[in-house]
């Protein structure tokens, strides 16, 4: 009964997949022609709102002067341009490093109390007077067309928030090629969801808003430490349409070690599950768009996929093992590999593996297609090898801890 109930786990997920993988490929093909004409809307920018953009610093010494800097150096009028560094209770030396701002116009510094992000954001709020309003984290790089290229999008009145693209600082060792991968993949979905009204989550490095997002619906919330999710899904939760800009590049420094790697997507994971369990009532209702009817749902039960497959795997390999080992102790090995390499009998053709290998397929052919949009051009690498042999090693242990961490309510942390 229990090996039926894993089959049947295994079916569900992979034609959940499979589903969701083919509806994403048919959208970018439908897609793809309105993808190559947005990278030519800067071109035709009518004017150039106010814009504040906050920088929250919690212990960021070594990076928020950098940071600072590439928002100077942005591409944009420098008497619409504001800066605003909160420095948020600092224990290290974030203070002394943003004074060298302090006589710079376009920069505000100002100093509170440890209060957690979502404090230094709303601190800011209070003393914002432009039109939109963005916030960049401290260890984040922007590239300068990178507001250009988001404030264009709000030239639609019904735009209430715009999302940039998310790339990492110069990865280098093999942790961070396997995240280069899925950071491209995230600009792929991102962008699709943007064709469906669905994107569910505004990142913190460099998203920008309408001020009267805050006015209407409040500033920002702790939400478990993913505050980039929560307003998201309060908008839309509020039918406040959200864009995404492919050709906003926001740069940000990845975890180079497995520990803090695992920290982040557990936080990040905690997150989701419980703002979607927050705004549950949004799932299965057609008043809520793609958002509520597909993208939530689908979202996760990609959680509940990637944990039981790594567990029926996990389970599957150690019975194939017990039965080889009783094999070997009763008859010794007869491998037979000539005959196993030609003969169809030795392929596994059971539906649950054809499947498997479609999944699979679709898998890396989204992978390709995100390359060709967040880079340019289509090419195999290290980096793909590595994301591939680590992803569903490394995904199960975050998530199966996530969703700890939530059912016995563990409080998430920043560090």
Same mark, same amino acid.
């Given at each position: 009964?229990?090996?039926?109930?894993?089959?049947?786990?295994?079916?569900?997920?992979? $034609?959940?997949?499979?589903?969701?993988? /083919?509806? #994403?490929?048919?959208?970018?093909?439908?897609?793809?022609?309105?993808?190559?004409?947005?990278?030519?809307?800067?071109?035709?920018?009518?004017? $150039?709102?106010?814009?504040?953009?906050?920088? &929250?610093?919690?212990?960021?010494q070594?990076?928020?002067?950098?940071?600072?800097?590439s928002?100077?150096?942005?591409?944009? &009028?420098?008497?619409?341009?504001?800066?605003?560094?909160?420095?948020?209770?600092?224990?290290?030396?974030?203070?002394?490093? #943003?004074?060298? $701002?302090?006589?710079?116009?376009?920069?505000?510094?100002?100093?509170?109390?440890?209060?957690?992000?979502h404090?230094?954001?709303?601190?800011?709020?209070?003393?914002?007077?432009?039109?939109?309003?963005?916030?960049?984290?401290?260890?984040?790089?922007?590239?300068?067309?990178?507001l250009?290229?988001?404030?264009?999008?709000?030239?639609?009145?019904?735009?209430? !928030?715009?999302?940039?693209?998310?790339?990492?600082?110069?990865?280098?060792?093999?942790?961070? #090629?396997?995240?280069?991968?899925?950071?491209?993949?995230?600009?792929?979905?991102?962008?699709?969801?943007?064709? +469906?009204?669905?994107?569910?989550?505004?990142?913190? &490095?460099?998203?920008?808003?309408?001020?009267?997002?805050?006015?209407?619906?409040?500033g920002?919330?702790?939400?478990?430490?993913?505050?980039?999710?929560?307003?998201?899904?309060?908008?839309?939760k509020?039918?406040?349409?959200?864009?995404?800009?492919?050709? =906003?590049?926001?740069?940000?420094?990845?975890?180079?070690?497995?520990?803090?790697?695992?920290?982040?997507?557990?936080?990040w994971?905690?997150?989701?599950?419980?703002?979607?369990?927050?705004?549950?009532? +949004?799932?299965?209702?057609?008043?809520?768009?793609n958002?509520?009817? $597909?993208?939530?749902?689908?979202?996760?039960?990609?959680?509940?996929?990637?944990?039981s497959?790594?567990?029926?795997?996990?389970?599957?390999?150690?019975?194939? !093992?017990?039965?080889?080992?009783?094999?070997?102790?009763?008859?010794?090995?007869?491998?037979?590999?000539?005959?196993? #390499?030609?003969?169809?009998?030795?392929?596994?053709?059971?539906?649950?593996?054809? /499947? !498997?290998?479609?999944?699979?397929?679709?898998?890396? !052919? +989204? /992978?390709?297609?995100?390359?060709?949009?967040?880079?340019?051009?289509?090419?195999?690498?290290?980096?793909?090898?590595?994301?591939?042999?680590?992803?569903?090693?490394?995904a199960?242990?975050?998530?199966?801890?996530?969703?700890?961490?939530?059912?016995f309510?563990?409080? =998430?942390?920043?560090?």
């Amino acid at each position: 009964m229990g090996l039926s109930f894993a089959n049947i786990l295994t079916y569900i997920f992979l $034609f959940a997949s499979l589903n969701f993988e /083919i509806f #994403l490929l048919i959208t970018y093909f439908e897609t793809r022609g309105e993808v190559e004409k947005e990278k030519e809307l800067v071109k035709n920018i009518s004017r $150039f709102p106010t814009v504040t953009v906050i920088v &929250p610093c919690w212990n960021e010494q070594d990076t928020v002067s950098k940071t600072i800097y590439s928002l100077l150096d942005l591409n944009y &009028p420098k008497d619409k341009l504001k800066i605003m560094a909160i420095n948020d209770g600092s224990t290290d030396g974030t203070f002394q490093v #943003l004074q060298e $701002f302090k006589n710079n116009p376009q920069v505000e510094i100002y100093s509170k109390e440890n209060g957690g992000k979502h404090t230094a954001l709303n601190f800011a709020l209070g003393k914002a007077t432009s039109e939109l309003i963005g916030c960049l984290d401290a260890d984040s790089y922007v590239d300068a067309e990178a507001l250009k290229n988001i404030v264009v999008y709000f030239e639609n009145k019904e735009i209430m !928030a715009v999302a940039p693209s998310v790339k990492l600082w110069k990865p280098k060792n093999i942790l961070e #090629l396997f995240q280069k991968v899925e950071y491209g993949f995230g600009i792929f979905t991102r962008k699709m969801f943007h064709y +469906m009204d669905a994107i569910y989550i505004t990142p913190g &490095p460099f998203s920008i808003f309408r001020k009267e997002v805050f006015e209407k619906l409040g500033g920002y919330r702790e939400a478990h430490k993913t505050e980039d999710i929560e307003l998201a899904l309060r908008m839309q939760k509020n039918h406040f349409r959200i864009a995404h800009a492919h050709e =906003a590049i926001v740069y940000t420094v990845p975890p180079n070690k497995i520990r803090p790697l695992l920290k982040q997507r557990v936080r990040w994971s905690h997150g989701f599950i419980r703002n979607a369990f927050d705004y549950r009532d +949004m799932f299965f209702k057609k008043e809520y768009g793609n958002v509520g009817m $597909f993208i939530l749902p689908i979202a996760s039960i990609s959680y509940a996929s990637v944990i039981s497959v790594a567990v029926i795997s996990v389970v599957n390999f150690f019975k194939t !093992a017990h039965d080889k080992y009783i094999q070997y102790t009763t008859v010794g090995i007869h491998p037979h590999l000539p005959k196993m #390499l030609t003969d169809w009998f030795y392929i596994n053709t059971q539906l649950v593996a054809v /499947i !498997a290998v479609f999944t699979f397929i679709g898998s890396l !052919a +989204m /992978i390709i297609v995100s390359r060709k949009m967040s880079e340019d051009k289509f090419y195999f690498g290290l980096d793909l090898l590595y994301y591939l042999a680590l992803y569903m090693v490394l995904a199960p242990i975050w998530m199966s801890k996530a969703l700890y961490n939530a059912l016995f309510k563990v409080k =998430a942390s920043w560090r």
